[in-house]
Structure formats: structure tokens, C-alpha cells
């Protein structure tokens, strides 16, 4: 049994002590972030009778995500003020404190944490930190406690849960375990295809194309890596968006895509190789610069910049480091669109 009957004791003890909970996922909640927090919530409300809301800092841009939220009544609450969420007990999804991609407010310990990244050193001294990195998703993990509670789903819950494993397991560059896949088609049983089916296929915005088509022009190849910079964006997403997109590429193994939202440097890496780790490698290329981690295939960063800085020189000084990095050198890159000049495709 993955939950045992001590995971559900302590549980019940930790959340005996309150009465009303912070959830937060991290900054810009993907689908996993989203339905994750969705279940916890689901689970205290259910099992404890008790009050908890979900908070989130930074942006939901990409499509899919809006109309998730939207069609399945996930109910969020932007952060404006620390006073939020500074005097409630926080429950990280998702994330982990020191990551530096999460709201938890820099002295405040959380209660709980459940997360399938690496573990962090600052989860060891959480009362209730549950980190499986064995798993694809935060949201098989809280699968398997609502199967340990005995909870049957509703539709929505069921339903964000799915997708969110779904986006983190299926697809290039994503990894998943046996039992995500168990996960996915127990969960089956309890989704509404068509709002499923609604959020996987949204309309999109023209400025999704636009930077779709900047992504394609201000890509250059190394060998088998792709490196592009998106320069200013609206949206964050766009830059984990543009990766997957270009991690599909035949000859390409690794990705690096880069972009410039409020004064904040978003990065997202790609592999597909299997001497090059996407966690390990995007927290060397930042370095002190920022933050970054993530799993085998795909990770994030972000770098902060103020107004005296020059964000291009960082980015600059970012894309050396990778190719320093990967190749030992910087090389000659080739026009991503120019390819068919040189090679017979």
C-alpha cells in the first residue's frame, strides 16, 4: 500500500490542529499544480468538513489551463497581499520551499508538501512532506490518498486530476511511471470526456501564433540542440509552450527556450538524451543567477532582473553557459528555418 495507516494518521493529526488551509501551488500553475490542489482541497472539505482555498501568484495564460479552470469550477484566489495567506497554515502542491517558484512567504514554514520533484533540504524539517519522484505527476500522488480515504471523485475533481497527470506523463520530453498510467485509467471512469475534450482542444489566441512564429524564426541548432529566445512576452507559458513544440523536432534532443515577462527571465529545457539530465543541467546554466529544477526530461528556471540590469546581456550570458556546458565550446549555429539550405530534409 503506497499511503499506510501512519501517512493517514499523522495526516488526520496535522489537520486536526486547524480549521481553515492555504493551499498554493507554484507560480503559474501548470494542469498538475491546478488538479492537485483541486484534490487536496476536495479531501479536507470531504473527509475533515474543514475550510480550504487555493491561492496562486504570477499568471494562467495558456489556453488549456484558462478554460480548465473555467470548465471545471476550480475555484482560485490571486495573491495581492502576503496578509492572505500569512496567518493560515500553507500546503504546498507541487513545489517545495527554496525552489523560489512558489508564493510561500520567505520566513513561513508550510504544514504539508506534496510533490514528486527532487527533494528539497527545507521539506526534511516539514511536520508532513510527501515527495515521491518516482511518480509523474502531483496528481497521482493525490490519487492514491483519495483511494486510501475511500473517496469517490466528483466529475470535476476526477477530471482536472486526469489532465493534470496527463500533461505531465504523455508526450515528448515527459516521463511517466506504471502507476500513472494505473492512475489515469482508474480516474477514467469518473471524467466527462467532453469537458475534457473541451480543455484539450481550446481556441487560441493571434498571440499565441505570433510567438509560435517568433519561437521558429530566433531558433538556432547546435548539432542536436535547439536554443530560442522569445524575447519580451505576455504570457510565461509560452515558454515551456514553445519548448514542448520544438523537443518534437526529428534531430533535435535537447531544448532551450527563453523569454522576458515582468522583469523576470522564464526558462524552459528540454532532453530527450539520456546523458543529460534537465534539472541538473538548466541549475548549472543558471547558476547563482536564479532559480531552476526539475525532472530527467523537462525543467524550469527564472531569473530576476531589476531595472539597472540588462536583461539581454543575462540571456547572453544564459545560452553561453548551455552551450559551454553541452558542448564544451561555443559552436556555429544554423538557422533553424535556414536547415533546409543545408541539409536535404
Not at 512532506?129 to 493525490?142: H, K, M, P, W
Request: aromatic share 10%; net charge neutral.
Amino acid at each position: 500500500m503506497l499511503i499506510t495507516n501512519t501517512n493517514i494518521e499523522l495526516l488526520k493529526k496535522i489537520i486536526s490542529k486547524y480549521d481553515n488551509f492555504a493551499i498554493l501551488p507554484h507560480y503559474n500553475p501548470d494542469p498538475d499544480a491546478l488538479g492537485s490542489a483541486f484534490a487536496i482541497k476536495f479531501i479536507i472539505n470531504k473527509i475533515f468538513k474543514k475550510q480550504a482555498d487555493i491561492y496562486y501568484q504570477g499568471i494562467i495564460g495558456r489556453a488549456e489551463n484558462k478554460i480548465m479552470i473555467d470548465i471545471l469550477n476550480i475555484p482560485l484566489i490571486e495573491i495581492t497581499d502576503d496578509e492572505q495567506i500569512c496567518n493560515k497554515p500553507n500546503i504546498l502542491l507541487d513545489t517545495q520551499p527554496g525552489t523560489g517558484n512558489n508564493p510561500l512567504l520567505k520566513n513561513k514554514k508550510p504544514i504539508m508538501i506534496f510533490d514528486h520533484h527532487p527533494v528539497k533540504l527545507r521539506s526534511k524539517s516539514v511536520e508532513y512532506a510527501d515527495v515521491r519522484t518516482e511518480f509523474g505527476s502531483t496528481c497521482t500522488l493525490l490519487y492514491e490518498y483519495i483511494k486510501a480515504f475511500d473517496l469517490k471523485p466528483t466529475i470535476n475533481v476526477a477530471t482536472a486530476m486526469y489532465y493534470g497527470i496527463q500533461t505531465d506523463i504523455v508526450g515528448e520530453g515527459r516521463n511517466g511511471d506504471k502507476i500513472d498510467y494505473s492512475a489515469l485509467e482508474s480516474l477514467s471512469k469518473y471524467i466527462n470526456r467532453h469537458k475534457l475534450y473541451s480543455i484539450e482542444n481550446p481556441k487560441l489566441p493571434f498571440d499565441y501564433y505570433v510567438n509560435i512564429n517568433k519561437g521558429l524564426k530566433n531558433s538556432v541548432i547546435y548539432d542536436d540542440f535547439i536554443v530560442t529566445s522569445l524575447g519580451q512576452i505576455t504570457n510565461p507559458d509560452y515558454v515551456g509552450e514553445i519548448a514542448d513544440f520544438l523537443i518534437r523536432f526529428e534531430k533535435a534532443n535537447l531544448v532551450l527556450v527563453v523569454g522576458v515577462h515582468n522583469n523576470l527571465i522564464q526558462l524552459s529545457f528540454r532532453s530527450q538524451s539520456k546523458k543529460v539530465d534537465s534539472g541538473l543541467t538548466l541549475k548549472k546554466i543558471v547558476g547563482g543567477l536564479g532559480s531552476a529544477g526539475g525532472h530527467h526530461k523537462n525543467a524550469g528556471g527564472r531569473i530576476q532582473f531589476d531595472d539597472n540590469d540588462d536583461g539581454n546581456k543575462i540571456i547572453n550570458k544564459i545560452i553561453t553557459r548551455s552551450l559551454e556546458l553541452i558542448h564544451g565550446k561555443i559552436m556555429t549555429g544554423i538557422p533553424f528555418l535556414s536547415l533546409g539550405d543545408y541539409f536535404k530534409l
